[in-house]
């Protein structure tokens, strides 16, 4: 299997709020985990009921990945992620902002700027 890595690293430093049981959201602190270069603010799905969350800041890591991860220090912690989680390949794990240290000076807040008509394909403005 052929899965980019994220450019970001973080590692997780506080037991991840959520659904799952807490001794599953527990394995998580101290892995070191891949993800995307930025915070973004996310939206989330609970992972047992997929019941909306309202939207955080978050770090987001490919799902398949961190689930490797977390193998190596628990296989039993992600043999139940494994199982409770979607298996897409661009399914995404977020860990919110005081969950987690960037390992990497390149992660930052992302930057949103609304485009409007005006600005839209007007070079000038």
Not at 22 to 30: L, P
Not at 100 to 125: C, F, K, N, P, W
Request: hydrophobic fraction near 40%; include cysteine.
């Amino acid at each position: 299997m052929n899965i980019p890595t994220p450019s970001g690293r973080i590692k997780i430093v506080r037991i991840p709020r959520g659904e799952a049981p807490e001794d599953m959201r527990i394995a998580w602190v101290g892995i070191r985990l891949p993800c995307q270069p930025f915070l973004d603010v996310v939206q989330g799905g609970g992972v047992l009921t997929g019941k909306k969350e309202v939207s955080k800041w978050c770090f987001v890591t490919p799902q398949i990945l961190a689930i490797q991860a977390l193998s190596e220090k628990n296989p039993a912690a992600a043999a139940w992620w494994y199982q409770h989680c979607e298996h897409d390949m661009e399914d995404n794990f977020c860990f919110e902002e005081d969950e987690a240290e960037i390992q990497d000076e390149s992660v930052r807040r992302a930057v949103y700027q609304e485009l409007t008509e005006e600005m839209d394909g007007h070079l000038d403005r």
